[in-house]
């Protein structure tokens, strides 16, 4: 994704992602609730990294690479214990 910042996944928690949904419609929504079961499926049975971009409420975009471990439906859980809030996310990349 364009202008993405590349960020650790040990340093997620240092951003405030929000309330709002990053992704206005529904349409949007379920192939995002498609794309991080997939992830979680691949990444938990082949260990394989896992790009999740996400918007911050400043508009900036931001990028990390990590397995999923889980995936809940308003958080997914990254090795390491990091969590992202769903709706802070815009696209999962396998």
């Known amino acids: 994704m364009k202008n993405a910042k590349f960020v650790s996944p040990s340093?997620?928690?240092?951003f405030h992602f929000g309330s709002k949904d990053v992704l206005t419609?529904?349409?949007e929504k379920e192939a995002?609730?498609?794309k991080l079961e997939r992830a979680?499926?691949?990444?938990?049975?082949?260990?394989?990294?896992?790009s999740l971009f996400m918007r911050?409420?400043?508009?900036?975009t931001l990028e990390t690479e990590s397995d999923v471990v889980d995936y809940a439906d308003d958080v997914v859980l990254l090795k390491g214990g990091y969590y992202i809030p769903v709706w802070a996310?815009?696209?999962v990349d396998v």
């Open 89 to 91: 996310i815009l696209d």
């Open 32 to 34: 995002r609730k498609h």
């Open 56 to 60: 911050l409420p400043n508009g900036d």
């Open 40 to 50: 979680m499926i691949i990444s938990n049975s082949e260990h394989v990294p896992i």
């Open 11 to 14: 340093d997620i928690n240092m």
């Open 25 to 27: 419609s529904n349409d």
